[in-house]
């Protein structure tokens, strides 16, 4: 394994639909492109089924051709993990010390959560408001009430630019304050600063897919991970090799 690559520690993680699994989790979560770079290739390379299936999308200018089931050969549809590309650390188990550490670096998690929401949506208004201002110059002068319109438009994604920005920076002291008070406590109890909420780790990884038919994964090794386990008091070893879980058939269970 000479391919490497980072990923991000998440406590008790959200899904992508906001839900939180009630298990204790720890994942090293990785980049979304996981996903868009490698599904299509995994998507090529599934062995494809055959099954019976209606055409809706057939046009049928006669009545002699009826949109019965016909055999028709399908590959399956994956979507991202439900935690998008990710390296399970502790799978849903009773972690053994620092308990309260685990509390505070999920606390951290979501305030950081919040804080890439708030931004990202601050930007999105910013760059509506740019947009609309670019067009002014192209509505003519006599449509006042069209230049009127579009300025009160940018005056209001801008208001909503302004909101979320005050939501940031509340998000971004909050999280100070909750990262100073987990390496203040870690420093008490010897726990290793190195894995802070949000530390990324470094791992290689296997470039070759492996699959079991309902998820799709690379092989990896990461030095971190066994310390990391035992610092909360587990085996070193978890009961599953490690893998980066990249994406999964449409309709399966995203935690693996």
Partial sequence: MSTTAVGRLRYQPQSRTGKRNGARWLVLSCDPDWFDLYAPQAVREAPPTWVLATDTERPVRD??????????ILRPTLEPPEWG???????????????????????????????EAAVAIANH??????????????IAARRVN??????????EALAVASDYDHEAAMARKAL????????????????????????????????????????W??????????????AFGLPRRAATRPHLSFAVREGCDGVR
């Fill in 63 to 72: 009545g002699r051709v009826p949109r019965g089931e016909r055999l028709a």
């Fill in 85 to 115: 590309p990710h390296i399970s650390v502790v799978r849903g188990e009773d972690i053994k010390r620092h308990r309260d550490l685990w509390g505070i670096a999920v606390r951290a998690g979501d305030v950081g959560e919040r804080l």
């Fill in 125 to 138: 208004h910013r760059r509506k408001a740019a947009n609309l201002r670019a067009e002014l110059p192209f």
């Fill in 146 to 155: 069209d230049i009127a319109q579009m300025e009160a438009q940018v005056r």
């Fill in 176 to 215: 100070r304050d909750l990262r100073s008070r987990w390496h203040r406590t870690a420093a008490e109890r010897g726990f290793p600063a190195r894995f802070a909420p949000g530390a990324e780790l470094g791992f290689k990884f296997e470039p070759s897919p492996r699959t079991n038919g309902h998820h």
């Fill in 217 to 230: 994964w690379f092989d990896v090794r990461c030095k971190a991970l066994p310390d990391l386990r035992e």
